[in-house]
T-cell receptor
Framework: GESVGLHLPTLSVQEGDNSIINCAYSNSASDYFIWYKQESGKGPQFIIDIRSNMDKRQGQRVTVLLNKTVKHLSLQIAATQPGDSAVYFCAETRPTGGFKTIFGAGTRLFVKA | GAGVSQSPRYKVAKRGQDVALRCDPISGHVSLFWYQQALGQGPEFLTYFQNEAQLDKSGLPSDRFFAERPEGSVSTLKIQRTQQEDSAVYLC??????????FGQGTRLTVV
């Protein structure tokens, strides 16, 4: 079946360390991926996106890597800060599939001071 | 306001009651989405509008769920005869295209 899922439900890192959150997808036709951050009581917030014709994209302190061979996506956060503590979702949008965005279950990131 | 606004923030409904959830998207945003998020889960797609046209409603779980956006701006998600399994956070998002979407804070619905 089609799914976007995450390898680990919880990740705990020390403040200042780098964080890596992983995600697997099953539909090889997927062409657009997004990482969202969701803090408690708030809606998801866009972090970074990547298209399937790219394998890496960098933002401010964040990098997304896409490996189409193994259908794997990762989010790297440099110098993790307490404010990065949240649930992170990878999501897949397929315009040809009716413009719906399919979210994974999420990884909760804890940052220890 | 500058962001997507949803109201009410919290709603408690008795089983069998009808509810209406409102979404005010960012001004000028063509695309509008509704999602349902159960506790500890990722958001699940419900429906999508482009202006006033509902182009995809494949995620609506039953015919008790109905969404509208009559003038291409404000949208309402209506749930008839609410059931306990409808308890969730309902998220609305809007975007200029179908890519980067801006989410509201959601409406937490509790059916008792």
């Amino acid at each position: 079946g089609e799914s976007v899922g995450l390898h680990l439900p919880t990740l705990s890192v020390q403040e200042g360390d780098n964080s890596i959150i992983n995600c697997a997808y099953s539909n090889s036709a997927s062409d657009y991926f997004i990482w969202y951050k969701q803090e408690s009581g708030k809606g998801p917030q866009f972090i970074i996106d990547i298209r399937s014709n790219m394998d890496k994209r960098q933002g401010q302190r964040v990098t997304v890597l896409l490996n189409k061979t193994v259908k794997h996506l990762s989010l790297q956060i440099a110098a993790t800060q307490p404010g990065d503590s949240a649930v992170y979702f990878c999501a897949e949008t397929r315009p040809t599939g009716g413009f719906k965005t399919i979210f994974g279950a999420g990884t909760r990131l804890f940052v220890k001071a | 306001g500058a962001g997507v606004s949803q109201s009410p923030r919290y709603k408690v409904a008795k089983r069998g009651q009808d509810v209406a959830l409102r979404c005010d998207p960012i001004s000028g945003h063509v695309s509008l989405f509704w999602y349902q998020q159960a506790l500890g889960q990722g958001p699940e797609f419900l429906t999508y509008f482009q202006n006033e046209a509902q182009l995809d409603k494949s995620g609506l779980p039953s015919d008790r769920f109905f969404a509208e956006r009559p003038e291409g701006s404000v949208s309402t998600l209506k749930i008839q005869r609410t059931q306990q399994e409808d308890s969730a956070v309902y998220l609305c998002a809007s975007s200029l295209t179908t890519e980067e979407a801006f989410f509201g804070q959601g409406t937490r619905l509790t059916v008792v």
